[in-house]
């Protein structure tokens, strides 16, 4: 499996936006990006996934280089509660599995 | 959305004994299930995989013995900690993988919280 790279923590102010950078410079044409984050002593929860295009929901903007080799998850609005650990996870469009890397812990100060 | 049940949230067991733990897709058929587990301020690390009616693959390490797993049918997966000891504690979690109109979708387990004493 590919190998991302992110920050080990990051702090953000509340109600201010957060970018969250993900480096994956070995990422196949067939990789998928994931973005999954935990909260402490919960299960990971999905947040957002892309391939080639920038993609948008709910929770969060995901913007994928044009070369692909790096990423980042923009939370436009961060709250006390998007504070966790947030993993950026390569996967195959054939594969199976989920590797999670180390991840990035956002703290959120009031 | 898609839900996956995870069954105890946690357990205290005495050394030498067993534990099942039981991890439900709610509202989808789940072709493949994943174990993890995660010991405190690290990463999941991914365990085994399971798919419906075959036996699992483990991941390199993992002993298939003592964390056996069973997946009977599209909406459940077991994992027994067989004669636990004290280093088996850990935070265990399950992902089910499944199919929608959107792609596949992973969805965790809120974790079940192993002590063996």
């Known amino acids: 499996d590919a190998k991302t790279t992110q920050p080990n923590s990051m702090e953000s102010n509340e109600e201010e936006p957060v970018h969250l950078p993900c480096n994956h410079s070995?990422?196949?044409?067939?990789?998928?990006i994931h973005w999954y984050r935990q909260l402490p002593s919960q299960g990971p929860e999905y947040v957002i996934h892309?391939?080639?295009s920038n993609v948008n929901n709910r929770m969060a903007s995901l913007a994928i280089a044009e070369d692909r080799k790096s990423s980042t998850l923009i939370l436009h609005r961060a709250t006390l509660r998007d504070a966790a650990v947030y993993y950026c996870?390569?996967?195959?469009?054939?594969?199976?599995?989920?590797?999670f890397g180390a991840g990035t812990i956002l703290r959120v100060k009031s | 959305g898609a839900v996956v049940s995870q069954h105890p949230s946690w357990v205290i067991c005495k050394s030498g004994t067993s534990v099942k733990i039981e991890c439900r897709s709610l509202d989808f058929q789940a072709t493949t299930m994943f174990w993890y587990r995660q010991f405190p301020k690290q990463s999941l690390m991914l365990m085994a995989t399971?798919?419906?009616?075959?036996?699992?693959?483990?991941e390199q390490g993992v002993e298939k013995d003592k964390f056996l797993i069973n997946h009977a049918s599209l909406t459940l997966s077991t994992l027994t900690v067989t004669s636990a000891h004290p280093e088996d504690s850990s935070f265990y979690i399950c992902s089910a993988r499944g199919h929608t109109g959107t792609g596949d979708v992973y969805t965790f387990g809120s974790g079940t919280r192993l002590t063996v004493v």
């Open positions: 399971s798919n419906e009616g075959s036996k699992a693959t483990y």
């Open positions: 892309g391939l080639t």
């Open positions: 996870i390569l996967r195959d469009v054939g594969g199976n599995k989920l590797v």
């Open positions: 070995t990422i196949s044409g067939t990789d998928y």
